[in-house]
């Protein structure tokens, strides 16, 4: 909205062409989101709590949480509208990817925001049957890979990218419409899964959403991306400005959510910030690299798929407690512990990914 703006002014003051940049675009985009949530945090927690919409604590997990009962949640609807507000008045709107990974996440916030008030007002912490969320994530899912899949001109452009091998590519022709709609679900759920402790998916939500803009800003410029090797996607550039208003949407939203939290993203919150990290991977074409930088988000899935076969097929359990950061939890790790570690973690992983962009 503001680069239209821009634009149409800098015809009479020249001033004004510094906002036409992606880089500063994307800084305001950033600077807009974290204001925003450090604004409007302090008010929404305080309505959360007027209104009774606190956290419901599962009996059969770690006791130590028990405390938390009671402490607001769908605090993810703070990271939502600050995203949503970054993105709206600093990117490029005429660009499809835009629409489509604002439209994913906003979309997945929605079917958080059923979950969630499912759980308060049945006063059940399962909320939404596994069916039903799952339904309405893959409906989303399947529509944005529709569209992606029409606006690919040459079956290059439907290829999975191998990081670190120069010019491999697997070409996935009708497939590409079902492995897309595997990695949003799959990302969302799996940040979803993470999000079992104060802060702990929020900032690896951050560093890997910024490393994403990264890899955008370099596919959407001819040069950069020849230089370094990867595929040029015209218009992924706009990515940047996306992730720059996630970055500063988690960070603001971070400053309520470090431990203890005084407010918790609930579904809203967290199936928002995965489909929208893996929509953005899928646009800029690196799915794999996702998978290494969320590699916490990976191990907390797979944590819980193993515990999960393992106790159907032998009745015994690999886990303390299934997803992993409860088993550390019930090890004796203190939660700031699990937490931190968890971050250092994610920002080693954020690190080896980011070196793909030089290492072919």
């Known amino acids: 909205m503001l680069y239209l703006a821009a634009e149409f002014l800098t015809r009479f003051v020249s001033g004004f062409n510094l906002f036409t940049y992606i880089t500063m675009r994307a800084i305001m985009s950033a600077l807009t989101a974290l204001i925003l949530s450090l604004m409007l945090g302090p008010g929404l927690i305080r309505r959360l709590t007027e209104k009774k919409i606190g956290q419901t604590v599962r009996n059969d997990g770690p006791g130590s949480h028990l405390p938390k009962a009671g402490t607001p949640t769908m605090g993810g609807t703070l990271i939502l509208l600050a995203i949503a507000a970054g993105t709206l008045l600093w990117a490029d709107l005429r ?108 900032m690896p939500a951050v560093l890997v959403g910024g490393a994403l803009g990264v890899f955008a800003y370099a596919a959407g410029n001819v040069i950069y991306s020849r230089y370094l090797g990867i595929p040029y996607v015209a218009g992924a550039g706009e990515m940047l400005v996306f992730c720059a208003a996630l970055a500063g949407a988690g960070l603001g939203f971070l400053w309520f959510n470090a431990y203890p939290a005084q407010v918790f993203m609930g579904d809203v919150g967290a199936l928002a910030l995965g489909g929208a990290l893996g929509a953005v991977a899928v646009v800029v074409r690196q799915e794999l690299v996702l998978v290494i930088m969320g590699g916490i988000f990976v191990a907390e899935t797979v944590s819980v798929m193993i515990q999960v076969a393992s106790f159907k097929l032998t009745g015994k359990r690999v886990f303390r407690m299934a997803p992993l950061h409860h088993h550390f939890e019930l090890k004796g790790w203190a939660e700031p512990k699990v937490i931190v570690r968890f971050w250092i973690i994610t920002v080693i992983l954020v690190l080896v990914g980011l070196s793909s962009l030089k290492i072919r």
């Open 95 to 202: 660009s499809h990817y835009v629409w489509v990974v604002l439209g994913v996440t906003l979309a997945y916030g929605l079917i958080g925001f059923v979950d969630d008030y499912r759980k308060l007002t049945r006063r059940d912490p399962k909320g939404l049957s596994a069916r039903a969320k799952f339904s309405g994530q893959l409906l989303v899912a399947l529509a944005a890979a529709g569209y992606l899949y029409a606006l690919a001109d040459r079956p290059q452009e439907t290829a999975l990218l191998v990081p670190y091998l120069k010019n491999i590519a697997i070409p996935l022709g009708g497939f590409y419409i079902a492995f897309v709609t595997l990695v949003i679900v799959g990302t969302s759920n799996a940040v979803n899964l993470t999000d079992g402790l104060d802060g702990l998916a929020t």
